[in-house]
């Protein structure tokens, strides 16, 4: 047999089935070496927006490739990092008004902790501890691990891992436990930053809270001088049915990370913004103030240029109509699952639906999302549950008979897992 030598992510290869290949990618579609069309339901694990491969993106990445490879960012600059900087600055939350550059969602968020770290620093008044929502998911470099909730998923590292501070999730009617610990956190004091995922923690379990709690987060920091980091890194770019989440709760975070859908899911790039105090304190004839980092392919040209291209897609085209009717779809193929006794906490957030499947107890539950990864694969359907929480996050160019099959196909899951067949 010809092993292959790659390792891929979250994949335990002793277990999984041999891999297809995929050749191509179209829309909503990732089509594989089979020919088959299999429907990206979780958009390539949230990165595509629009669909794959939107023509005025792809063009803007061959106009870029004419120009472009990677140019060193110190020293230097360029016009699509300039370009997009201040295109990002005009549609983020007003307040913004700094870009940092990297290359992934994880990179985005240690950005933003160093740079919470440092305004406290330069200031002299260092602080240092950062606060959580329970269930966070913020990467899974050392230091957005420590950040994120604790588990099966790092707990090899755990040594490794710094303290934080966890808040209890917001659940309905229980918000004020939430708001009542992080104010007992701030009053301890030393509180740099709390970190949050605006409205939906995704990869702990897409779960959703309301925009209030996120504006009285917000109330609670500026009182006791923390920052609030935003880390818009999945909610970006559409996905809660506003371009960002924050702006549902009315706020402008003190450092805002996006990363995913930037570039509208074509090439890796993530920027990291941030209020202008935090650059000033930065700002000094002391180069010990400078902020001190970067990556090889920070701001990369081409992949600035895709990002540019994508928000002149948001400009361009009637996205947001576009969002809001997928959202309308979403709820009414949903509505079917809120009395049924097989799934519970049936929610949604903008474009993201999800359900919890009613699993029998015991270990059975580490084992349900393979199998159900499997039936939803000889469906032509990728759809990849987290433990029990089957959720779908679909490019906005997905179509009702598309979605009228994936939600089929989590019906007949249900019924296939009840049968003892899945
Ligand atoms: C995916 C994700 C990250 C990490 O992004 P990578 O590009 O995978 O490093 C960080 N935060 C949130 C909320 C995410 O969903």
Redesign the pocket.
Known sequence: MNVSPVWHPFTQHALEPAMKRIVRTEGAYLIDEDGSHILDAISS???ITHGHRHPEIMAAIERAAESYDQVIFAEYTHAPAEDLARGLIEIAPAGLKHVFYS???????EVALKMALGYFHNIGAPRHRICVIEH??????IG?MSAGERGVFNAAYEPLLFAVDRLPFPEAGREQETFDAFESFCTAGRVAALLV?PLV???GGMKIYPPFVLAELKRIADRHGSLLIA?????GWGRTGSLFACEQAGITPDIL?T??GLTGGAL?L?ATLCIAPIFDAHLSSDRRRTFFHSSSYTANPIACAAAAANLAVWKSEPVGRRIEALAANQRRRLQRFSTDARFSNVRQAGTITALDLSVPAGGYLSDVGPRLRAFFRERRLLIRPLGNVIYLMPPYCVTDVDLDRAYDAIDEAASALAKGRL
């Open positions: 694990w949230w990165v290359d992934s969602g994880s990179t985005a968020v966070a998911y913020h990467g899974d470099t957005t995922e923690l995704g990869a880390d818009e890194v999945m909610t990370c990363s995913k890796p993530a």
